[in-house]
């Protein structure tokens, strides 16, 4: 049983009554009957809270920044009628800050017998499973004097999914590709192309182009021409250890690799190549693989959306065997992952030449714009001292890429909202240079 705020104000009014009129014990101890008789009465004529009927439905997933609407049905079997207000309880990270109490609480107005719907829209900040907790009913009499409350769990999960902002890139680099793959021939065979047609000689063409043979058969020189090959493999590699956890900006350097991967898994896909994605630090934290092409994205999407960072050094050696397991024939391995110095040189560099030897390697890394920022910062020593410091770890990460592109790397380093497309960029390249 829980008294309302109308009840103590009733209660101070009847003894403020008294005092002024009935001055008497007597008559305080009749406002004080009266009021508790009410308040039982009121108890007795409010809805029982137990035996009602809960259940959800609604949305199961939702892309972060976007919101989900879910809906519980309350069912009242009783004779008596639900006054009641009610709490929808999830985690705090369901909604924006300061939103919480508006959006979980509804009232109820239910006649014995039927059913009514609370809709309770979530705006999830985080990404991963959010779970609803309790759900809390205050059910008031009549007279609003009293109150029975009691809780029930209503099980329901909503899967909050990577943003995948960088989809906007995707149309530009899908017109680049239409371009590269039907209408743009390249003169000079490479691992990743194949025969394409027949076409006259052009002054300035290639000479290891001509077809002899052809060109016996006819009045004119001819030349071969090659397109990119298709039904190519791809592994993307999703480093989740200690580096990925580092924010830039407001995110954390994992959220920029998901949404890259996303559009190069996108685009990878319309081009006719295969894709799987490994994510690793200590060990497997998510796998998809052999996936038709229609269920690439969905399944990356759904893999993502659990991730986080590991707070632990990532085991290359460990990472590097997972990838060799997995793709046995030469493929392009697509490694997100930090270009800090230490973790590079002391964990992934040693381990390049047995990975370069029998795949194409990309290497990806989330660059701080804020780094660029304070290089550029002069003026007082505080700022001198800063823009010192952002050129040491500018330099650091440039020796990086460079020890990288002597053992046969193609690296990006870009700020997170210039990764998705440079990386989607470098595949494009890859590919009309006949290396995928």
């Known amino acids: 049983m829980a008294l309302t705020g109308r009840t103590a104000l009733l209660a101070l009014a009847g003894v403020l009554v008294v005092g002024l009129l009935l001055p008497s014990a007597a008559g305080l101890g009749l406002v004080c009957g009266v009021l508790l ?9 409010a809805a029982p809270v137990r035996t009602l009927q809960l259940s959800r439905s609604g949305d199961t997933s939702v892309r972060l920044g976007e919101s989900a609407q879910v809906t519980l049905t309350v069912g009242n079997p009783s004779r008596r009628r639900l ?35 609370a809709t ?3 705006r999830p900040t985080r990404r991963g499973d959010r779970r609803a907790h309790r759900v809390t009913i205050r059910s008031t009499g009549p007279l609003g004097l009293a109150a029975r409350q009691g809780s029930h769990t209503v099980p329901w999960s909503v899967r909050v999914l990577p943003p995948f902002t960088s989809r906007k890139h995707l149309p530009s680099r899908l017109a680049r590709l239409r371009e590269l793959d039907g209408r743009t021939s390249l003169l000079v065979r490479g691992q990743g192309t ?10 300035g063409d290639d000479v290891r182009s001509i077809d002899w043979r052809a060109s016996a ?7 071969r021409t090659w397109r990119p090959e298709r039904d190519r493999h791809l592994l993307i590699v999703l480093d989740t250890g200690r580096t990925s956890a580092g924010r830039v900006g407001d995110a954390p350097r994992l959220d920029a690799a998901l949404d890259a991967a996303l559009l190069l898994a996108a685009l990878a896909t319309r081009a006719g190549d295969r894709v799987d994605l490994l994510a690793h630090d200590l060990r497997t934290r998510a796998s998809v693989q052999g ?4 269920e690439v994205l969905p399944s ?13 050094e990532t085991d290359f050696r460990a990472l590097t065997a997972a990838v060799l397991k997995r793709v046995p024939h030469r493929s392009l391995v697509v490694l997100l992952t930090s270009l800090d110095s230490a973790p590079a040189e002391q964990g992934l560099l040693p381990l390049l030449p047995g990975l370069t030897r029998r795949h194409e390697v990309l290497v990806a890394s989330v660059s701080d714009p804020r780094v660029a920022e304070l290089a550029a910062a002069r003026g007082t020593l505080d700022a001198v001292y800063g823009a010192a410091s952002a050129e040491q770890t500018r330099a650091d990460r440039r020796r990086t890429a460079d020890r990288l592109i002597r053992h046969g790397v193609t690296v990006v380093d870009a700020p997170p909202a210039d990764l998705p497309p440079a990386l989607a960029d470098a595949y494009l390249a890859l590919k009309a240079a006949g290396r995928l």
Do not use: C, K
């Open 37 to 45: 008789a009410g308040v039982a009465a009121d108890l007795l004529l």
């Open 83 to 117: 006054r009641a207000r009610l709490r929808d309880a999830w985690p705090p990270s369901s909604w924006t800050p300061g939103t919480e109490q508006a959006a979980s609480r509804h009232r109820l107005d239910i006649p014995g017998g039927e059913r009514r719907r």
């Open 120 to 122: 309770t829209v979530l």
């Open 194 to 203: 194949e025969f394409d047609s027949l076409r006259e000689y052009i002054p």
């Open 217 to 223: 058969r006819r009045s004119a020189v001819a030349v």
């Open 291 to 294: 996936r038709a092409a229609a």
């Open 300 to 312: 990356f999407v759904n893999a993502m959306a659990v991730l986080e960072p590991a707070l632990v």
